[in-house]
């Protein structure tokens, strides 16, 4: 439990109008870094080879259950193992705060240089934060990136301006280059109904400024905010934003996203845009624009868009802000299910098709793939066990050709299928040997009645593969396992 502070001791609160910019201070003079979703990396260290952020929101930190805590993995030469890894908490050494029950800690992740010293940071979400006297206000945590990784020295609290009971501030989190005119990237934050986007000037790690405002949308359709995705979607060289969500009030249920452009005077609003609550970001054309993916696991039938077993839309990102009236970044989107021909399976009530997704080169061709998770996949008679697909990217765009699936009666996968497991109900792209082939990361929450297990493929030439996989789970860097849902939550 944290102390209420004011507004203005977090930060200078501003208002973000919908289809107005949030312009960045002139004074700020830095060199953006990479745009493109395929080009972010979660480099803690700063030795060239990605990193792996994992939470565990339900861990037991020193008796205290759900408190929560994450693990870092290092990447190498030979990817990453189990050696180069540790667990943080909020009793980690420097973390403000103190892990307490139901804090949350992990179940929302983001990564990106925020104070533009080269060295890629940790951003944890801890929506059950309790901030005195109010319960589940939430926060967030910064943890910096230095030549020596992650840890909880000088590490940084940011909390709402105004906290509010029952608001989870942290549920979502995404970090990006949105400016032109900021050295490092900019924060983004949601509770359930607002945006907080946060800049720290350079070479500094407390007092970030911050601009709220309620997240935007089509009258009638207010989206309840569930995940962020970042990418290039019109290729003007500054990151553009969607809060994914469900809908809430008229016709509830529905996945909505809210789009964002980066242009040079700040982050615009455009529109809203049919899918979620879950996002991902690719070129999966490799036209130089980076691609919207959206899994919509779960939704009434409206007409073909959704179906009960899940769908998960394409927008391709085009030049410019994409045709007048378009309803995504550049084309209407293209909806792929479990009975699109050529895909493994067929769509059944409660798959959850789409709940996981990532978007990454797999098999090095310059085309990003999709990984897309249904936890709630029957493994023949074993209820909601769950199973991993791959789709692949091409000329053309996202293609059943070459599609593979996996659950854990497959042939190399460690493991059995068992009722509940929810393999799938996270997925991650991730290069940790940085040989531009990405491995899948596949994470089961529900596995061991809730501790949560997460299994690793590797890549090669024909992508990902399930020979020679491996599973690691939170006690295997030291943490409490039970009903700790290891790999609730795996930075994308």
């Known amino acids: 439990m944290r102390t209420n502070r004011s507004a203005a001791v977090v930060a200078a609160a501003f208002l973000l109008i919908a289809g107005a910019a949030i312009a960045a201070p002139s004074a700020y003079a830095g060199t953006p870094g990479g745009t493109r979703a395929h080009d972010r990396n979660t480099d803690f260290d700063g030795d060239g080879y990605d990193d792996v952020l994992i939470g565990a929101p339900g861990g037991t930190v020193d008796g205290r259950k759900g408190a929560g805590y994450v693990t870092v993995q290092y990447g190498g030469p030979g990817g990453i193992g189990t050696v180069r890894g540790a667990v943080l908490s909020q009793n980690t050494t420097g973390v403000p705060g103190a892990a307490e029950a139901g804090d949350d ?121 569930r995940a962020m995705t970042t990418g290039d979607y019109d290729g003007n060289g500054l990151a553009d934003l969607v809060i994914s969500g469900v809908t809430v009030g008229e016709e509830p249920g529905h996945g909505w996203s809210a789009l964002f452009f980066g242009e040079v005077q700040g982050l615009r609003y455009d529109h809203d845009l049919r899918g979620g609550p879950a996002v991902a970001s690719g070129d999966i054309d490799n036209d130089g624009y980076d691609d919207l993916v959206t899994g919509e696991p779960h939704s009434p039938d409206d007409g073909g868009e959704s179906v009960t077993g899940g769908v998960v839309g394409v927008y391709y990102g085009s030049a410019g802000d994409g045709p007048v009236g378009a309803e995504g970044p550049g084309t209407p989107p293209v909806w792929w299910t479990q009975d699109t021909s050529g895909v493994p399976g067929g769509s059944e009530a409660g798959d959850g098709w789409g709940t996981g997704l990532s978007v990454a080169d797999t098999d090095g061709d310059g085309y990003a793939d999709v990984a897309i998770g249904a936890p709630g996949e029957d493994v023949g008679t074993v209820a909601d066990a769950g199973a991993v697909w791959v789709l692949r990217g091409a000329a053309g765009g996202l293609t059943a050709t070459g599609a593979a699936s996996w659950d854990q009666d497959s042939v190399n996968v460690p493991g059995v299928a068992e009722k509940g497991d929810s393999w799938g109900g996270r997925t991650r792209l991730t290069d940790p040997d940085n040989d531009g082939r990405s491995g899948l990361l596949t994470a089961a929450p529900g596995e061991n009645a809730g501790d949560g297990i997460v299994w690793a493929f590797s890549a090669g030439t024909g992508g990902v593969t399930a020979a020679g996989s491996w599973t690691f789970d939170a006690g295997t860097f030291g943490g409490v396992e039970t009903g700790a849902g290891y790999g609730a939550a795996i930075d994308e």
């Open 105 to 225: 800690f992990g179940r929302a992740l983001a990564t990106g240089d925020l104070d533009g010293d080269g060295y890629d940071d940790a951003v944890v979400g801890l929506p059950g934060e309790n901030i005195e006297p109010l319960t589940d206000a939430g926060g967030v945590v910064v943890l910096w990136g230095s030549a020596k990784g992650l840890s909880g020295a000088d590490s940084d609290w940011l909390q709402a301006g105004e906290p509010a009971a029952g608001a989870r501030f942290g549920g979502a989190l995404a970090a990006a280059h949105f400016s032109p005119d900021i050295p490092g990237d900019q924060l983004a934050v949601t509770d359930r109904t607002d945006l907080t986007l946060y800049q720290y000037d350079a070479g500094t790690r407390r007092n970030a400024t911050s601009r709220s405002s309620r997240i935007p949308g089509t009258p009638g359709r207010e989206i309840a905010p």
